[in-house]
Structure formats: C-alpha cells, structure tokens
C-alpha cells in the first residue's frame, strides 16, 4: 500500500481566453480596491493592457521589476506601495514580477492577484527566491503564494515562439522531477503527467510549425499544472544543477534547463525506472530522455551549454559545485557521474542510454525508429515510427522470450496458411482482438446523428443478385419468416430514393450459402433498391447466432483462452446511395444469444433492434402458419459535401 502525505495549497485560478478582462472582479472578489500594478519595463504592452482593465481600481503602477528579485527593487516598490495607500498588487508578466509581488505580499500581507506571460509556474508556489548583495536566498511560507492567478492564453501567446520553447522545457523539469520526488504523491503524480502530456503536445505542435491559441492553451494548462508540482514537492538533480549553472556562470535560466533536462532524465532514469516509464507512456515513447531530447532538437531549442555560454574548462568546477552538498535524489550524486553528464550537455550530445538490457532496447528502438525518419510522407513514417516504438515496448515490458516471439511467428505463419482469396484469417484475427472495430468506430461511428456502422465480415459477396422489391431472398428456406420494413434517410430525415441496399445473412443454422457448397445460387442476399419514399420491403427467415470459423489459428487462439466463437444473430446492410457517405452496417436480434460477448465485438447499442413477433395476416397475405416477425428500422445516412 502507497504511504503519502499531500498538502493542498488554496489558490483560485481563473483560466481562459481573454481573462484579463475579469482581472478587476478578481481584484474585487478579495475585498480590495486599491491595485498597485507590478510589471516590468520592457515589453509595457501587457502592463499597459491591465492598467486600462484596472480603471478607477488603479492606485499605482511599479514597472521596475527585475530578475532575481533584487531586495533594492523591492524597496521602491514598497514605497510606491505605502504612497499609493495600496491594499492589493496585481503583477503582470514573467518570474521576476511575480517575484516582486511575493516579496511585497510577504512584508506587508497584501493580496496578490498574478497574470503570468510565462510557463515559469513559480505563481502556484509558496517559494519566494531574492538576491542581496549578489546573494541569492530562498524561502517558503504560505503567506508568499499568490490568492489568485489568471491564466489568459492570449496573454501568454505574446511571448514569442523561442522562448515559449524554452519556458515550456522549464516547466516540464517541474513535473519530470515532482514525479520521483521524495515527497511526489498521488494527487501531485496525477498533476505531473498532465502536465506532461500538455507541454508536449503543445511542443509538438511548434516543432511542426502550428503557433495558435489552442497550442498556447496546452502549454499555459501544462505550465500551470508543472508549477503546482514544483510548489508541493521538492526537486532533484536537474534543478539543483540549473541553479548552480545559473548562479556561478551566468547563465540563462529557462534555456539552461531545456539544455540540462534530456541529461539530467537520462542520469536518474535507471534509478527511478517507474517515473521514466510514466513519463515515456504519457509521451508515447520508449526512452523518456531521449524523446525530450528530440522534441526540443524539433522545436528548435538549445542542446548544448557551449551555446548558452558555459566555458569549457568549467566543467571540473561545475561538477564539484553541484555535488559540494549532498540533497535527495533517485540517482546517487558522484563528481564522475555529473561531469560526464555536464561534458554530454556542454557539446549537445543525445543523451546516453542507461547500461543493461533496458539501455540496449531503448538505443536499438531510438536506431529503427530514425530509420524510418522522413520516409515516403510524414503519415507513413509516423505510423512506422509509433508501430516500432509500441512493438519494442510490448516485446521489453513483457520480457518476451525467444520461445514465445517463435510461437508469434508461427501462429501468424499458420494464418498466412490458411487464408485464399475467400477465407481471410488475418481479418478474422483483427476482428476477434476487436480492432477491426475500433477501426470502424474511428472511420465510421463519429456521428450521433448517422445510424451507427458495423464490420463488413467475410461472407459479403460483390454484386449480389438484383431483386425487386418483395422479394423473398431466403427462396423457401425453413425458418421463421421475417418481414422487413426499413427506411433511409439522410440526417435531416429526408428520405433517400433509389439507394442501392446490400443485404446479407445466415440460415437458421447459422450458415452464409457461401459456407453451404451443396446449396444451389445466391440465396439469403441481394441488392434491393429504396422507393421513392425511401422504403424498402422484403422478406426473409429469422437469422441465427453462429460461430466464426474456428479451423484455423484464431480458433485455436479462442479455444487456448476459452472463448466463444460465436456471433449475435444479425442481418447485415451495405448501403450506397449517390450523394451520401456509405454505410455498413449490421442489425442484431434483441433478445438473441451473444449479445453481450459478440465473438468479434461488433454489437452496439443502437443496432440492436426489436425484431417483433406477430401472429396472423403477414404484410404480403401469405399464410406462414404460427408466428413471424416484423423488421422495422430507419437508417440514417451522413450527406457528403
Ligand atoms: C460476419 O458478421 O459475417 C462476421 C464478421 C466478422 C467475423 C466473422 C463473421
Ligand atoms: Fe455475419
């Protein structure tokens, strides 16, 4: 059993488009009317735009803030503070106006209200870092989190693509890290990989060249969500190693971290196997670090130190900086291991897979994943890609034996076997795993308004005999007598004249005629074409549950895990009708065997249909003895164009 402790921070977000606009109800709904504005000097744009939403709110204006938080900046801005007679500060803009508040909030208890143009996150943290006399401290209290943070994407879609890049790496280390935190937990854990999901799709879609406001939207939510992260739970070695880069070299805070995450994943990840595996899932990948690695390479960060400024011969003084005291980390922290991992960030190298069978997996993954980089159009190589990545995974996660790959084989040698022009065993496989119905769900079933498709199955036969209306297609075969009664239509509900209707079924002993090679001609389908109404009326028998062909391997796939093989009874449609979208379908017997364990999950709920039983006079007046039953349906066609 897990073991946690969580605690939760209040803090009200107000997330959207065009949020800013509600910032003075914010102002309000904490009892406050008097707004010093903290912003930053360059770009005034965003400064300009609150203190235009602030109107009579507005009391002062600070537009000093600076990184680090320098306490002499402070102490302007204090004074502005007490000349203005503020009772609330409202900050515009990155970490250092957010900074500037929190240090203002934490020496005279003002609320704060933080519209971030950022992913840095620190607004969701109780963490207030400020430099004096070139000294940084850091500190935490509950006092130093802001009472309310808008998030407005259009803001934040100002900050130009670069350093959204960046900002957004930053705000993955969060949730990298929070996730194999001695503190991470549940609730946090939950969060992280949200975030990690958001951040990459968002980072996805710059490297592919899309910069919209549902991008933006993503990497806002993503940054947002790390950021909690970050204030609930203590970081490791990536960030402990960013700060030292960042203190003792100077260098840029959010590009130091997108240059030093890839690494400092790859140096935790046989040490804190589960997060890696989290992550990669989350990602849709098999090596987490070197999946971050190219996202940022594809959406044009910075891979290594030297761009950023870091002098070569710093690296035995980097290393020993960041080991001098010890802190928790998955991996232990040895001088070796960090200046290895700085050499490998310092010139921008992929970084390195873990030693063992895992690291082998993951680097010959990585080497026929790029193998298929760029091939014959970006669908097919993706789809390679995603097949290799998820086939490497399934083979590692299960630790599949040689003895259980050769049984794969021959299982899918014995299908190739069996299957001629009319028997397709690899279809029959698709279809008992059910994939050939998620297929048809993704292709066909988007649509509540269009009547739901189902699987084609192998007993349809091209250009079924012509039939006119009425006719009876099971030719005097025993069995109840079915009269079927369907309409189409389009979405609108206007009938569909002259469409052409596929119809095909089983006996009443569960055969298709093409199963049966005594029987004599089509029997049990046809073509039949709609009235001008939309109508059409034939008659027929009942169909049967029956079992799909279990001669073959998928047989003995469903007998090995002691599965049935048989179908709910159906009658099956193949509608074509000029000016709409093709429709196959299948409607089942309410009430038949099987419904609920459809050998190849083919039933959906709206297919399943009264077929009613009747007694006396039957719609054509033939006399068919005790009882029959009566078909009534309306299909519902998608128009095209
Ligand atoms: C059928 O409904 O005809 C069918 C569908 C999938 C597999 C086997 C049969
Ligand atoms: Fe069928």
Redesign the pocket.
Known sequence: MEQFDYTARPARIVFGRGTLGRTPDEVLRLGRSRVLLLATPEPAEAGDRVAQVLGDLLAGRFDGAAMHTPVEVTEQALEELRRCGADCVVAVGGGSTTGLAKALAVRTGVDQVVLPTTYAGSEVTPVLGETENGIKTTRSDPAILPETVVYDVELSATLPRALAVTSAVNALAHAVEALYSPQANPVVDSMALDAVEHLATGLRALADGVDDLEVRADLLRGAWLAGTCLGAVGMGLHHKLCHTLGGSFDLPHAPTHTVVLPHAMAYNAAAAPRAMDRIAQRLGVVDAPGAVYDLIVAAGGPTSLRELGMPADALERAAELATATPYPNPAPLTRDGIRELLARALTGERPGTAPGPGGAVRALTGQVVRSFDGVAGPRLSGLLQDLVRRLHAFAADNDMTQEEWQAGIDFLTRAGHITTDTRQEF??LS??LGL?SVVDVLTNSRTPDTTSS???????VEGPPELPQGTDISAGLPGTPLYVDVTVTDTAGRPVADAAVDV?Q?NEDGY?DVQLPDLDGPVLRGRLRTDPEGRLRFRSILPSE?P??TDGPVGELLTATGRHPY?AP?L?FLIDAPGHRQLIT?LFVQGGKYLDSD??F?VKQDLIVDFEPRTGPTPDGADVGDEWRQLTFTFRLQPTG
């Open positions: 279809v029959l279809d008992t050939s189902a699987v084609l199955g192998p007993f349809y095909w089983s298709y029956y799909i062909p179908r159906h099956h299948q050998a190849v083919g």
